[in-house]
């Protein structure tokens, strides 16, 4: 008698392959979300710094070292609140960006903490 279909064996040989190839599709895709968050979280902070540049345009530094907390920059309107969410966890971010001045070059640099 010739039966048509296949064996325990070959049907488990299949699964096993395509048990192996979703572990590394996984693993492949939790590295590149892992990766989209942190570069995510560099622009953000790179679009806090920005908002901080345009803040010290508008009203002045009085020293060569100066302090913006994020929520002044929210208050002022120079970001939306909506625009200050860490990708990578969802939280609000409460830090704050430190602007430094040496011979009439500046630096822009978030923290994650907020101004004293």
């Known amino acids: 008698m010739d039966k048509k ?7 488990l040989a299949v699964i096993a392959i395509l048990a192996i190839l979703a572990t590394i599709t996984l693993f492949a895709t939790g ?3 892992s990766t989209s ?7 953000q902070k ?7 540049k345009i803040y010290y345009i508008s ?4 020293s060569n070292e100066e302090c913006v907390n994020i929520s ?6 120079y970001i ?4 200050v969410k860490d990708p990578k ?3 609000e971010m409460t830090g704050s960006v430190l602007i430094t001045s040496e011979s009439d070059k500046y630096t822009y640099t978030y923290q994650s903490k907020a101004c004293e």
């Open 59 to 62: 009203e002045g530094m009085d």
């Open 5 to 11: 279909g296949f064996t325990l064996v070959e049907l």
């Open 72 to 77: 002044t920059l929210i208050e002022k309107g």
């Open 80 to 83: 939306e609140e909506s625009e």
């Open 37 to 43: 968050r942190e570069n995510l979280s560099d622009t």
């Open 31 to 33: 590295n590149i979300l």
């Open 46 to 52: 790179e679009s806090l710094e920005r908002a901080a």
């Open 89 to 91: 966890d969802k939280t």
